[in-house]
Protein backbone atom coordinates (compact mmCIF):
# COMPACT_ATOMS: atom_id res chain seq x y z
CA UNK A 1 0.00 0.00 0.00
CA UNK A 2 1.13 3.47 -0.90
CA UNK A 3 1.85 6.18 1.54
CA UNK A 4 1.59 9.84 1.34
CA UNK A 5 5.63 11.16 2.36
CA UNK A 6 5.55 13.03 5.03
CA UNK A 7 8.70 15.91 4.89
CA UNK A 8 10.11 13.63 2.48
CA UNK A 9 14.15 13.62 2.56
CA UNK A 10 16.19 12.47 -0.44
CA UNK A 11 19.70 9.89 1.53
CA UNK A 12 22.09 8.36 -0.39
CA UNK A 13 23.52 4.94 0.72
CA UNK A 14 26.65 3.16 -0.65
CA UNK A 15 26.28 -0.38 -0.70
CA UNK A 16 28.82 -3.41 -0.45
CA UNK A 17 30.02 -2.57 -3.85
CA UNK A 18 30.18 1.02 -2.87
CA UNK A 19 27.69 1.82 -5.42
CA UNK A 20 25.42 5.21 -4.26
CA UNK A 21 21.93 4.49 -4.12
CA UNK A 22 19.60 7.53 -3.89
CA UNK A 23 16.59 6.81 -1.77
CA UNK A 24 13.37 9.44 -0.34
CA UNK A 25 13.43 8.59 3.05
CA UNK A 26 10.04 10.22 5.26
CA UNK A 27 8.56 10.63 8.71
CA UNK A 28 6.14 8.38 10.03
CA UNK A 29 2.22 9.45 10.32
CA UNK A 30 1.96 9.27 14.54
CA UNK A 31 -0.07 6.29 14.83
CA UNK A 32 2.54 4.07 12.90
CA UNK A 33 5.17 5.66 13.95
CA UNK A 34 3.99 4.69 17.58
CA UNK A 35 3.54 0.94 16.33
CA UNK A 36 7.11 1.00 14.76
CA UNK A 37 9.24 2.44 17.31
CA UNK A 38 7.95 0.58 20.23
CA UNK A 39 8.12 -2.38 18.40
CA UNK A 40 10.78 -2.76 15.78
CA UNK A 41 13.89 -2.52 18.39
CA UNK A 42 12.54 -5.49 20.91
CA UNK A 43 11.78 -7.63 18.00
CA UNK A 44 15.27 -7.79 16.12
CA UNK A 45 16.82 -8.36 19.84
CA UNK A 46 18.76 -11.65 19.52
CA UNK A 47 17.13 -14.71 21.53
CA UNK A 48 14.06 -12.30 22.69
CA UNK A 49 12.59 -10.82 19.36
CA UNK A 50 10.67 -12.72 17.20
CA UNK A 51 12.25 -12.52 13.56
CA UNK A 52 8.85 -12.90 11.34
CA UNK A 53 7.58 -9.98 13.61
CA UNK A 54 10.77 -7.86 12.96
CA UNK A 55 10.70 -8.66 9.41
CA UNK A 56 7.08 -7.49 8.81
CA UNK A 57 7.80 -4.33 10.90
CA UNK A 58 11.06 -3.82 8.58
CA UNK A 59 8.57 -3.65 5.41
CA UNK A 60 5.97 -1.54 7.48
CA UNK A 61 8.86 0.84 7.58
CA UNK A 62 9.84 0.59 4.49
CA UNK A 63 6.95 1.25 2.76
CA UNK A 64 7.49 5.13 3.66
CA UNK A 65 10.46 4.90 1.23
CA UNK A 66 10.77 5.40 -2.12
CA UNK A 67 13.29 5.70 -4.83
CA UNK A 68 12.84 7.81 -7.94
CA UNK A 69 12.42 6.52 -10.90
CA UNK A 70 13.80 7.51 -14.38
CA UNK A 71 10.73 9.78 -15.41
CA UNK A 72 10.63 12.03 -11.59
CA UNK A 73 7.84 9.60 -9.91
CA UNK A 74 8.58 8.19 -7.04
CA UNK A 75 8.08 4.17 -5.95
CA UNK A 76 7.13 3.26 -3.04
CA UNK A 77 9.04 -0.19 -1.47
CA UNK A 78 5.61 -1.58 -0.40
CA UNK A 79 6.47 -4.85 -1.37
CA UNK A 80 9.72 -7.75 -0.18
CA UNK A 81 10.51 -7.83 -3.65
CA UNK A 82 10.83 -4.02 -4.11
CA UNK A 83 13.24 -4.04 -1.23
CA UNK A 84 15.48 -6.56 -2.74
CA UNK A 85 15.45 -5.34 -5.53
CA UNK A 86 16.19 -1.59 -4.93
CA UNK A 87 18.71 -2.04 -1.86
CA UNK A 88 20.72 -4.69 -3.45
CA UNK A 89 22.43 -6.44 -0.28
CA UNK A 90 21.63 -6.63 3.67
CA UNK A 91 24.06 -3.63 4.50
CA UNK A 92 21.89 -1.45 2.58
CA UNK A 93 19.07 -2.59 3.68
CA UNK A 94 20.66 -1.96 6.99
CA UNK A 95 21.62 1.51 6.32
CA UNK A 96 17.82 2.52 5.18
CA UNK A 97 16.73 1.10 8.23
CA UNK A 98 19.07 3.06 10.68
CA UNK A 99 18.07 6.06 8.38
CA UNK A 100 14.37 6.07 9.15
CA UNK A 101 14.38 5.46 12.44
CA UNK A 102 17.25 8.34 12.60
CA UNK A 103 15.10 10.35 10.91
CA UNK A 104 11.89 9.27 12.74
CA UNK A 105 13.17 9.22 16.38
CA UNK A 106 15.01 11.89 17.45
CA UNK A 107 16.54 10.65 20.09
CA UNK A 108 19.00 8.34 17.73
CA UNK A 109 19.54 11.72 15.99
CA UNK A 110 22.80 13.19 15.82
CA UNK A 111 24.71 10.48 17.71
CA UNK A 112 23.00 10.82 20.79
CA UNK A 113 21.85 7.05 20.87
CA UNK A 114 25.50 6.03 20.34
CA UNK A 115 26.26 8.26 23.65
CA UNK A 116 23.41 6.84 25.57
CA UNK A 117 24.10 3.16 24.53
CA UNK A 118 28.09 4.30 25.84
CA UNK A 119 26.68 5.69 29.48
CA UNK A 120 24.31 2.61 29.82
CA UNK A 121 27.85 0.78 28.87
CA UNK A 122 30.00 2.31 31.71
CA UNK A 123 27.82 2.19 34.23
CA UNK A 124 27.38 -1.53 33.85
CA UNK A 125 31.45 -1.48 33.97
CA UNK A 126 30.88 0.05 37.14
CA UNK A 127 28.42 -2.51 38.82
CA UNK A 128 29.85 -5.43 37.58
CA UNK A 129 33.71 -3.91 38.75
CA UNK A 130 32.00 -3.35 42.09
CA UNK A 131 30.07 -6.60 42.52
CA UNK A 132 32.25 -9.14 41.34
CA UNK A 133 35.48 -7.68 42.86
CA UNK A 134 33.91 -7.75 46.81
CA UNK A 135 32.65 -11.12 45.48
CA UNK A 136 36.37 -12.62 44.07
CA UNK A 137 37.57 -11.18 46.98
CA UNK A 138 35.83 -13.35 49.58
CA UNK A 139 35.56 -16.30 47.33
CA UNK A 140 39.11 -16.34 46.67
CA UNK A 141 39.93 -16.15 51.16
CA UNK A 142 41.38 -19.75 52.28
CA UNK A 143 39.37 -21.93 54.73
CA UNK A 144 41.20 -22.70 57.33
CA UNK A 145 40.86 -26.53 57.85
CA UNK A 146 38.40 -27.77 60.22
Known sequence: MAHILLKPKEVTIADQDGIER???ISR??????????????????PKVGDYKVNE?????LLSFVAIKMAD???????T???VDNHTNDWETLG??????????VSFFGNGRGLT???GIT?????????????SLQQSSQKDTPP
Not at 30 to 45: C, F, H, K, N
Not at 72 to 78: A, D, F, N, P, S
Not at 95 to 104: G, S
Not at 123 to 132: M, P, Q, S, Y
Open 22 to 24: TFV
Open 72 to 78: GTELQLT
Open 56 to 60: GLMLK
Open 122 to 134: RKAEAWITGTLIP
Open 95 to 104: KLEVAMMEYN
Open 116 to 118: FLE
Open 28 to 45: LPATDGRELVTQYPISAM
Open 80 to 82: RAL
